[in-house]
């Protein structure tokens, strides 16, 4: 690309010349730095400029270097976190791909002010958040700074506006199949590719007019916006993640740069407006990726987004639910078992069989070998009493200590709660954490050996992860089998900010084998029973387009029930302002007359219960 080769040209010419005046020392530490030109005599055209600094790849030619006298304007102050400045030239050059904003890491609070003219000196260093194996791009910042203050109140350089039409629509360039996948080295196309337009930002001042909240505000103090209003658009106000192809490129995540205890950060549900001008500096942090550092922040206007509530089964249908309780516990307060309580009770309509998630042992994360559940159990059931909803009786299974992941010391498993004035529980002796169940024939018809039992509790892919419960249900004369799990987690996956492009999902390997385990066992209950009736359900911890999902569904024995939403409807959990599927209900084919509900209470709020939506699905048997 000749625009590139020219500035990279010119940058080495600056390079070589800062060298010759002494401006820069030090030896490069990256394949991106640019190749020495011949030293032309120094003059004051000749000193490094951020720009230069920046680069027009996402690694600073400069990268381990010191630089002297970097002359600038401070546009924004952190005095918390990751403490320092950002400062901008205000005279930038021609070229778009090349910053002109750049972070300076002062570790200690900084002693500069918006406004401030400084010259700063100090090494060149691209710091990756959350560590060199987490993937993720590098933010370039001046590190062990000396700074000088010239002058105070000068006029701040002009924010670069981030709207709908500056945004490409395309997300990320492929990356380098020689350099790993990775998209570092590849030089910057801002008006092509929207990590590249952002990066081309890192560190500039920046403002997004009026946006739409697509994340709502977190524990930490900041939310996410889209400034494409009809980009992948939920009903309800949020940007629906509907393949791997399909990022979303309107989202930012907006933090402010005001202390908390100074302004309180605005708390906003999905659908609410960031009305006015929100301006700061462009960060790139570990969890979000590019996130605007507001020094204005605009104010949050509420749309009064309600949460869900299905409608009640009618009496010949089988009302069947989903829902991830997040770690519940007896040390949790009685509030929360109240709320998750009256959940069931008015948004879910008392379904007749719910599989709970995230059930916690007895004494929740304190580590002393208790693996038992029956408080926890026995709280959340008195709670729904308490709500007016009915005594449900439950099931399960107790894992081995430390066995199945999650919070250590909680022994997260799965529950069957179910109404015993609508259906019962087929118990079948002999099952317990390291026994497998079975599948039997009996009168004609498939029967577990073991009801609650586990699926195949021995496979390598339930390692550290929780084991699938499975029970035998009757309702009205008809068995039910139904499949409680919770996969393995997305911890350890590379973001879709990542420098490797597309980014690599380790997690999904292991999710991979749980699906063709669950598959397999399905298989065997089909395969004496063909008309059996069976429901997988729970939290998959992957989405309904994914691997994960192929591998429950090969050879037509399941269908993900989800995907009978409209397309703008299929999620239950929110994540970096991407709605997206979670949590699922998939069907066997036998079942082929149904109505799903994800019931949206808890991802798009900044008050929740829990970080799921529960899913529901009515069927007559």
Do not use: C
């Amino acid at each position: 690309m000749p625009a590139a080769s020219s500035r990279t040209t010119a940058v080495s010419a600056v390079v070589a010349a800062a060298l010759a005046a002494g401006l820069l020392t030090g030896a490069a530490t990256t394949s991106a730095s640019a190749s020495p030109a011949p030293s032309p005599s120094s003059s004051a055209d000749d000193r490094v400029r951020i720009h230069d600094i920046q680069g027009t790849t996402r690694i600073s030619p400069l990268d381990g270097r010191q630089v002297s006298g970097v002359t600038g304007i401070v546009t924004g102050v952190r005095t918390y976190g990751s403490k320092g400045f950002w400062f901008q030239d205000p005279e930038p050059d021609a070229d778009p791909a090349t910053s002109e904003g750049i972070f300076v890491f002062t570790s200690s609070a900084p002693t500069v002010a918006v406004g401030d003219a400084v010259t700063v000196s100090g090494t060149v260093t691209e710091y990756v958040p959350g560590g060199a194996a987490s993937g993720n791009q590098s933010l370039t910042q001046i590190s062990r700074p000396t700074v000088a203050v010239l002058s105070s109140g000068n006029a701040l350089p002009a924010p670069v506006t981030i709207s709908e039409r500056s945004v490409p629509s395309r997300y990320a360039p492929a990356g380098d199949p020689a350099a790993g996948g990775s998209i570092n080295a590849l030089p910057l196309e801002p008006s092509r590719y929207a990590l590249d337009h952002y990066e081309s930002l890192e560190g500039m001042n920046v403002r997004i007019g009026t946006s739409r909240v697509v994340g709502a505000t977190d524990p930490h103090a900041e939310l996410w916006v889209t400034v494409k209003p009809h980009e992948n658009a939920s009903r309800r106000g949020g940007t629906v993640y509907g393949s791997y192809t399909a990022q979303n490129t309107g989202r930012l995540q907006i933090q402010s740069l005001v202390p908390l205890a100074q302004q309180p950060f605005p708390t906003a549900d999905v659908g609410d407006v960031l009305s006015g001008t929100t301006e700061g500096p462009l960060d790139f942090n570990q969890y979000g990726g590019y996130t605007l550092a507001a020094r204005t922040l605009g104010t949050v206007s509420g749309k009064g987004l309600r949460r869900e509530t299905t409608r009640k089964q009618r009496s010949g249908e089988l009302a069947v639910a989903t829902y991830n309780v997040e770690n519940l516990d007896p040390t949790d307060p009685q509030q929360k078992f109240d709320a998750l309580a009256a959940a069931v009770v008015d948004n879910l309509a008392s379904p007749d069989i719910v599989a709970l998630e995230e059930i916690q042992d007895d004494n929740g994360a304190k580590d002393d070998g208790t693996v038992s559940a029956d408080r926890t159990v026995k709280m959340f059931t008195d709670a729904i009493v308490a709500a007016g909803g009915p005594a449900y009786q439950w099931r399960s299974i107790d894992p081995e200590d430390k066995k199945d992941g999650g919070e250590p010391g909680g022994n997260i498993r799965q529950v069957f709660l179910f109404n015993p004035a609508r259906v019962s529980f087929t118990d079948r002796a002999g099952g317990d954490a390291t026994t497998a169940t079975d599948v039997v024939r009996q009168q004609g018809r498939a029967a577990l050996t073991h009801s609650p039992g586990r699926i195949d509790p021995a496979n390598a892919a339930w390692t550290n992860s929780r084991k699938p419960l499975v029970g035998e249900f009757a309702f009205r004369g008809r068995t039910v089998f139904v499949v409680a799990n919770h996969f393995a987690s997305k911890g350890g996956d590379e973001s879709i900010v990542s420098q490797h492009q597309p980014p690599t999902r380790s997690s999904e390997v292991q999710r991979h084998a749980q699906g063709a385990a669950v598959n397999t066992f399905v298989k065997k209950l089909l395969g004496v029973q063909k008309n059996a009736d069976v429901l997988v359900l729970g939290d998959i911890n992957d989405f309904e387009f994914s691997g994960t999902t192929e591998a429950l569904t090969a050879g037509g024995v399941l269908h993900p029930a989800v995907k009978s939403l409209p397309r703008a409807e299929r999620y239950s959990y929110v994540y970096q302002g991407n709605t997206q599927v979670l949590d699922q209900i998939l069907t066997s084919p036998s079942i082929d007359d149904f109505e799903y509900d994800s019931v949206h209470i808890n991802a798009e709020f900044a008050a929740q219960n829990s970080d799921h939506d529960p899913q529901v699905l009515r069927f007559r048997p």
